[in-house]
């Protein structure tokens, strides 16, 4: 289950946020559990249709691992989107949980076996 | 006040409009769509029969060398390329580009007539990911009819391209999706289908006055029906998916329109072969990757089938071709499903035949002809699908563009599409706010057959019994709709943006012509002042076509994923 519980995360705002999104998601999905921002289950639900294997492939996205790309542009780019080729997430997740996708990306490795 | 559309009705309007004059005396109505006049297109798949066929002979195998450019337009911000299906009624040529922009253009020249480009909310669609393309518009009542990204339906003036009714059909800042399919007009009503799959919520198709612009019904694909309601375990329903994408077609002797259902929410479920108790959506979640019948006044459930009943893969059956046909005093309803297979019903849907397109399919063993039941099918739990890959690939054995049955032939012209995929199956919970997000259920990636390489192919069928008489193959899959004409041609635009002209009898290539990029929409022939021409879309990119470039490299490296021309030819 995409887990939306926010205390390791320090946006406020995000928090608050996200505590509505929780609350609404209710009544129409099963509660989402306690604990931190599961970025490898958004994956598997949103950014791995264009994202190749999880990120480690180039697809209808590029390949997320080892991007050559920074920090910030990657952040931006999640954030505010590309016209024709990435949707905007800026109102979807907090700037901390963008973070949080960023850092996954970073930490991807090649599939063993 | 915000203006929330613009329309430029130029100066040349009087000029055009007298060269095409006759046009516009006449209405195009059901009785004239049903007849399909040799001249016109009047609805996407060119008639009710949906045959994407053209009786016109006047190009024919014999002088095909002669075909040649007649003119050309540019529709500019073709971002995702152009994937519209162009209609024609009476000299005047119709069409979409991407943000539903929608052209009026003289037929013989390219003159535009008038031209609309509606206001949208981009900062909706710049959530999007299926977007912002438009796939066509329908044509009935002197009006021109367009969805929008954001979730509403135009009808326009033919004449001037004013708009004479907006509506808003359903809540796009929520839900995320709108509409890219053309809408399909008959019986005075507007037929339009949601987009939705992937995406959580229901799916619904709506019945709009065409005159009037006022909702005359919403049937949904997910649980539209008492009887659906039992099928999705755990209230899972709420976030079913479903939608109806492509435009079906009106059957006129039933009263009922014919559509294709999208796949349920999350495409890939974790439930394994337990599929009817455990899982994300436990059941056969109906009226998912199904073909329904509605009756066109009331919207009212008639009849189904459920090609993949709890389909676990995305093979859907959103294509919106109905081939309607006749043999030995039986008619046949022709419908392909996305995994490949290819379903022949009677005309209240009761499968009649089911047969391969494709070669490489392993989601099910096989599909029962007499029945369609499912046998052997692939449910998988939580884990890695790699050393046996899913085959087709997400993309389909069998994409939303169409193929074209040649009634002097009696062959029936189709593209398949031969890839795999593995997957990484994972449990998710479908996000609904504060808006919808994608619920995919897996990572994933192409890879070849177990057979081989990647492969399309354009395949010579009888279209019930699926007897094979010729083949074609390309390199890599074909992603734009087949053409087939009296004068013996079947046009098969490719995705290298190569227009190729075949021998309808023999498959023996007969011309072709480079349009410069990739091909993935329409294609259609037409006459103006006793002269024949074919209009097809040009332009890559989207949801499919965004995968050739890193699988295939070569031309689709530098190919643009931003523009698009639709380009005419005419006999030099």
């Known amino acids: 289950m995409l887990k939306l519980h926010l205390k390791s995360l320090p946006a406020v705002l995000g928090a608050s946020l996200l505590c509505v999104v929780v609350a609404r998601a209710q009544s129409a999905t099963p509660a989402p559990d306690n604990g931190s921002f599961d970025v490898e289950q958004l994956f598997a639900g949103t950014c791995g249709f264009c994202h190749s294997d999880g990120g480690r492939a180039a697809g209808r996205g590029p390949q997320l691992m080892n991007s050559q790309r920074d920090d910030e542009f990657l952040h931006n780019r999640i954030k505010s989107g590309k016209q024709g080729a990435m949707p905007a997430f800026g109102e979807s997740f907090s700037d901390a949980q963008i973070d949080q996708i960023v850092k996954y990306i970073r930490a991807l490795k090649p599939r063993e076996g | 006040m915000k203006k929330r559309w613009r329309n430029s009705g130029l100066p040349l309007v009087a000029g055009a409009t007298l060269i095409v004059s006759s046009a516009l005396a006449q209405t195009v109505d059901t009785a004239r769509i049903e007849t399909a006049g040799q001249n016109d297109w009047l609805t996407y798949h060119g ?19 002669n075909l040649g450019v007649a003119w050309t337009h540019i529709p500019g911000r073709s971002t995702r390329g152009l994937q519209s299906m162009p209609l024609v009624a009476d000299g005047v040529l119709y069409y979409s580009g991407s943000y539903s922009r929608v052209f009026a253009l003289n037929g013989a020249t390219g003159e535009v007539i008038w031209s609309f480009f509606p206001e949208l909310d981009e900062a909706l669609i710049s959530r999007q990911t299926h977007s912002p393309y438009n796939r066509g518009v329908a044509l009935g009542e002197g009006k021109v009819f367009v969805g929008t990204m954001d979730g509403r339906l135009f009808g326009l003036d033919a004449k001037s391209g004013k708009v004479l009714w907006e509506t808003r059909l359903i809540d796009s800042q ?61 209230d899972s329903w709420r976030t079913g998916g479903g939608g109806g994408w492509m435009p079906g077609t009106y059957d006129s002797e039933t009263n009922s329109i014919l559509w294709g259902t999208a796949n349920p929410a999350p495409l890939y479920d974790w439930s394994g072969a337990d599929y009817k108790t455990q899982g994300a959506r436990p059941g056969d979640n109906l009226y998912t990757s199904s073909v329904i019948a509605l009756d066109i006044d009331t919207g009212k459930l008639k009849s189904y089938h459920q090609e993949l009943p709890h389909d676990a893969w995305d093979f859907d059956s959103a294509v919106g071709e109905f081939v309607m046909l006749e043999r030995d005093g039986q008619k046949y309803v022709v419908h392909p499903n996305k995994g490949g297979f290819v379903f022949v019903y009677d005309r209240n849907l009761g499968v009649k035949n089911v047969w391969r397109l494709v070669e490489n399919i392993n989601f099910v063993k096989d599909i029962d002809p007499k029945t369609g039941a499912l046998i052997g099918r692939r449910d998988f739990p939580v884990g890695k699908v790699t050393e046996v890959p899913l085959c087709p690939f997400i993309g389909g054995g069998i994409s939303w563009n169409a193929g074209s049955y040649n009634p002097k032939t009696g062959l029936y012209y189709k593209i398949g599409q031969e890839w795999c995929m593995t997957l990484d199956i994972q449990k998710t ?138 380009v005419v030819f005419s006999l030099k």
């Open chain 2, 429 to 566: 919970t479908p996000v609904t706010t504060p808006q919808v997000q994608l619920n995919i259920g897996a990572d994933f990636k192409m890879v070849p057959p177990p057979s081989g390489e990647i492969y399309g192919h354009l395949d010579a069928r009888d279209p019930i019994t699926g007897a094979k008489k010729w083949e074609v193959r390309f390199p890599e899959p074909p992603l734009g709709s087949v053409l087939s004409t009296a004068g013996n041609l079947v046009f098969v635009p490719d995705s290298r943006g190569i227009l190729h002209a075949y021998d309808a009898e023999t498959g023996a290539e007969l011309w072709k012509h480079n349009n410069g990029t990739g091909h993935q929409g329409g294609i259609v022939s037409y006459s103006v002042g006793g002269k024949q021409y074919i209009a097809v879309t040009a332009g890559f990119g989207g949801m499919l076509a965004d995968e050739y470039a890193p699988n295939f490299g070569g031309v689709y490296k530098s190919m643009p994923r931003d523009d698009g021309a639709l």
């Open chain 2, 174 to 234: 929520k839900l995320t999706v709108g509409f890219t399919g053309a809408p399909l007009y008959a019986k005075g009503s507007v037929i339009i289908g949601s987009q939705g799959g992937e995406w959580p919520g229901r799916g619904p198709i709506f019945a709009v006055d065409a005159t009037t612009g006022k909702k005359k019904w919403e049937f949904l694909t997910v649980a539209g029906t008492d009887e659906a309601m039992k099928t999705w375990g755990n």
């Open chain 2, 47 to 65: 008639s009710y029969k949906s045959h994407h066929y053209s009786p016109l002979a006047q190009i024919n195998a014999n002088n095909i060398g």
